[in-house]
């Protein structure tokens, strides 16, 4: 199948939007991008050196413009698949570019989420948000935007191994394409 709409995948860190991604991408046939990539890519630093320097606030407005940038190009190519950054479903202007494709939720236990970020040794890519033990930072960051992920989402994909995940996203934008 021929995308022609941006696909983006949303979740808080850890979820799998990254693995998923690419396999979807391969699937359908279209290209990937990761917004935390490409924003790393554009600053020239990982994201906790950026935030450390910068404040959450100035990465955030850099987050929109990533988002921004990557929908466009993905649109110009036809579709794309679009790993989200956690936090992107924190700002209207984001949530609105979201609306204009096809967004699915990876919903992921807490429990889940806390074991992979915990093996995760990449702590510049996924710096904390609070500084608290990884369980409850996971339990209370998705506390606050469980409900943002699933106003967003087109499609809830429920916890499954990666190829389970690329099934049900297929089948998700088959049905709402």
């Not at 290209?31 to 994201?47: C, N, Q, R």
Request: with cysteine.
């Amino acid at each position: 199948m021929k995308q022609t709409k941006n696909i983006f995948l949303i979740g808080p860190r850890g979820c799998g939007k990254t693995s998923v991604g690419i396999a979807l991408a391969r699937r359908l046939g279209c290209g990937f991008s990761d917004t935390d990539h490409a924003l790393v890519e554009a600053v020239g630093k990982e994201i906790a050196d950026y935030v450390a320097e910068q404040g959450w606030e100035a990465f955030r407005d850099r987050e929109t413009q990533t988002l921004e940038r990557v929908a466009a190009a993905g649109a110009d190519a036809g579709g794309w698949v679009i790993g989200c950054g956690g936090g992107i479903i924190l700002r209207p202007r984001n949530r609105d570019i979201l609306a204009t494709g096809i967004t699915l939720y990876l919903r992921t236990s807490v429990q889940t989420l806390a074991d992979r970020l915990a093996r995760d040794l990449n702590e510049a890519q996924r710096p904390s948000l609070t500084g608290r033990p990884v369980v409850d930072e996971v339990r209370d960051v998705l506390a606050e935007r469980a409900e943002l992920y699933e106003g967003c989402a087109d499609a809830i994909l429920p916890e499954a191994d990666l190829d389970a995940l690329v099934e049900l996203a297929v089948a998700q934008v088959h049905r709402l394409s």
